[in-house]
């Protein structure tokens, strides 16, 4: 975790995802890589890590990041939920134009070239 304060932090599962997602905002953001699963030590760091901030959640559409999105439903009630449409069941094979919207819905600022369809 960065030491330089940002006070919006969006946790992602994959590395893909992480690579994806930071392409696209514009603004300072802490993103946050769970690997797709959370140990109970590391998600107690993640609580003192994550007390004063955005916190927003976006996994993927599928089993895995549904049963993720629930233990940080717990941990974080605060937490935005960010989700993508189920058709493309994963944050890093959705379309950039598609995650912008979604990022842009949660008021994180997005380059304005990934809002345009292609």
Do not use: Q
């Amino acid at each position: 975790m960065n030491d330089s304060y940002v006070d919006k932090v969006l946790i992602v599962e994959g590395k893909s995802d992480k690579n994806k997602v930071k392409n696209i905002v514009k603004e300072p953001v802490e993103i946050i890589c769970t690997n797709g699963t959370i140990s109970h030590s590391k998600m107690e760091e993640l609580i003192d890590f994550l007390e004063d901030k955005d916190v927003y959640i976006l996994v993927d559409a599928d089993d895995s990041g549904e049963k993720l999105r629930k233990r940080f439903k717990r941990e974080f009630p605060h937490a935005e939920h960010l989700y993508i449409d189920r058709m493309y069941r994963e944050v890093a094979t959705a379309p950039e134009h598609h995650l912008a919207m979604v990022l842009l819905g949660a008021n994180i600022d997005v380059h304005t070239e990934f809002l345009e369809m292609s």
